[in-house]
């Protein structure tokens, strides 16, 4: 039986959050993609593969939220976990009721993004085998 990893897309228009989180991500036994955009993401043969998207709330171009809007025009229903440096309960509670899966503020710990994919992944393997 041939195992695949499930693949994680981080989409982020930092250089250092695209070199060092995708390795974190890796580290907890996922396959990862890296995009400096919302329309690079978009453009690419990962869109309809990636299982989870790490997505920044504020990028130039294409806003996560703006991307967010995207995808669901597209009918694409993959689980997004937005990380944002803007520290607005607000705006992480609006994100939530738009559909995200989660919000964390940067900087945010391993431990916590570990737990918030486990939550993820564990939820879409309950509802897949329902």
């Known amino acids: 039986m041939d195992f695949k990893e499930p693949l994680v897309s981080v989409v982020d228009d930092d250089d250092s959050v ?7 991500v890796r580290l907890f036994g996922f396959d990862v993609r890296a995009f400096s ?3 690079e993401f978009l453009d690419s043969e ?3 593969k990636t299982e989870c998207l ?3 709330v504020a990028m130039p171009g294409m806003s996560g939220p703006e991307l967010q809007e995207e995808l669901g025009r597209r009918g ?3 689980p997004i976990v937005f990380i944002t440096a803007h520290k607005d309960e607000q705006e992480r509670l609006s994100l939530i009721r738009s559909g995200a899966a989660a919000c964390l503020f940067k900087p945010f710990s391993a431990i916590a993004l570990s737990q918030t ?4 992944f564990s939820r879409r393997s ?3 085998s329902s």
Request: net charge negative; no cysteine.
């Open 18 to 24: 695209r070199e060092a989180l995708p390795d974190l």
């Open 37 to 39: 955009s919302g329309t």
């Open 46 to 48: 990962w869109l309809r």
């Open 54 to 56: 790490i997505l920044d």
């Open 76 to 78: 694409i229903t993959t």
């Open 117 to 120: 994919l486990d939550q993820i």
């Open 126 to 128: 309950s509802l897949e």
